[in-house]
């Protein structure tokens, strides 16, 4: 009886199921202004005018992307203007841009009829009006992630692909005794680093690559042994004073450096932070920065290294070229052959030299609207897919 009564009721079950109205799938549409919103000032969206900041260089980029066609491998643009997915429309240099989908583009035109682009935006700014949908996508701090969730904005992150390390400048007299690079080393809690300012989205990094890229960033250790650190500071005589710089314009910066001369002073070691004003890229940086005449010497500073490709070799190799004349690192270039064990050689050998103390691996985390579709996140070295994304007419916006 009672499976009898089992059978009936599952069989009332499926007949309701099969009555109940499908949800109609929604198919792309064209139309519609994409309402981004960036924090970097763009001067210039001239391919061979050179950025003045990080931040702006890599704008620059993702903007350059939606004009030119770079086609060829080694990533340079080999169309002229207006062979990408859209054409410029109007242009206030470092305040705004709008740009209108090209009918003409190999790859077939945009879904949306044109981007707008908002410039110099605060990343409260940029926050506040996703959540009050006035814009469609905007990049949000690794680490103010979960606090955009919790707002309610939709929220997409990439693998973990930028990292942030530690780089002992060549030259500088204080950093040449290879102990104290090790004790400094030693005593960086990466994990206090990745739970409390980045909120736990990131992880600790021991090498040059991660886990998911390399598949041996297990191999290198993160563990803080601030008892360690003491005891080889203990016998350096006399013991160096130190001054770590990060680029005065980034917060995360500044709150990780600050949190390692905690690290350091627990440790003994004499180590002080100090603001870079208007940090130039990693790669044409000396390790000083002039302030109304006056110049402020730092022996470390932190750098972010964003990988250019997902393949190890690549990424590794435009590392080295970035690290090789901020730090002095000797490294060979990597054959186009390079085995796993080759690359894992080469960055051992790097890490070990104790120049480089990577601390964190981070995500790429951006913000999107409720009326964007079709987001696909963009994997290392690969731009915003803007030109793939399309908008949903249904979704009321304010």
């Known amino acids: 009886m009672k499976l009898r009564l089992f059978l009936f009721l599952a069989a009332i079950s499926l007949v309701l199921a ?3 109205p499908l949800r109609p799938a929604r198919r792309p549409r064209y139309g519609g202004t994409l309402r981004v919103e960036i924090g970097a000032i763009v001067k210039s969206l001239d391919p ?12 620059k980029d993702e903007l ?22 859209f054409r410029l429309s109007a242009w206030e240099a470092g305040k705004s841009a709008v740009f209108a989908a090209n009918e003409d583009y190999r790859a077939g035109r945009p879904f949306v009829d044109s981007i707008e682009v908002q410039m110099g935006r605060s990343t409260h700014e940029r926050l506040l009006d996703l959540e009050l949908n006035k814009a469609d996508f905007a990049q949000i701090p690794a680490e103010l992630a979960r606090q955009a969730t919790d707002r309610g904005v939709r929220v997409s992150a990439s693998q973990p692909n930028e990292l942030l390390a530690l780089v002992f400048l060549k030259g500088r007299t204080a950093t040449e005794n290879a102990r104290a690079r090790e004790a400094i080393a030693r005593c960086i809690d990466r994990a206090a680093i990745v739970n409390f300012i980045l909120q736990k989205e990131g992880e600790p990094a021991g090498g040059l690559l991660p886990q998911w890229s390399s598949g041996t960033a297990f191999l290198f250790p993160t563990e803080t042994d601030a008892r ?13 004073k130190l001054v770590l710089g990060y680029d005065s314009a980034d917060t995360l910066e500044q709150s990780v450096a600050e949190r390692i001369v905690v690290n350091a002073k627990e440790a003994g070691i004499s180590l002080v932070s100090r603001a870079m004003p208007n940090a130039g890229p990693p790669s044409a940086h000396a390790g000083s920065e002039a302030v109304r005449g006056d110049t402020i ?20 190799a435009a590392f080295i070229d970035v690290l090789r004349p901020l730090g002095g690192i000797e490294a060979s270039p990597l054959p186009e052959n390079a085995s796993s064990e080759d690359i894992y050689n080469d960055e051992r050998s790097i890490v070990s030299g104790g120049r480089v103390v ?13 009326r964007v579709r079709d987001w696909k996140q963009p994997a290392a070295g690969e731009s915003w897919p803007l030109a793939d994304v399309w908008l949903d007419s249904m979704t009321e916006t304010h």
Do not use: C
């Open 48 to 59: 061979s005018v050179a950025a003045a900041n990080p931040e702006e260089a890599d704008a």
């Open 18 to 20: 099969g009555a109940a």
């Open 358 to 370: 990577p601390l964190v691996w981070m995500p790429q985390v951006y913000g999107l609207s409720a």
């Open 228 to 240: 360690g650190a003491k005891e080889i500071w203990s016998q350096i005589s006399p013991s160096p």
């Open 64 to 85: 350059d992307e939606l004009l030119y066609d770079r086609r060829s491998e080694d990533g340079t643009f080999a169309g002229a203007a207006g062979s990408g997915a």
């Open 297 to 316: 010497h730092v022996d470390a500073r932190l750098i972010r290294l964003r990988m250019p490709s997902p393949m190890p070799r690549v990424a590794l």
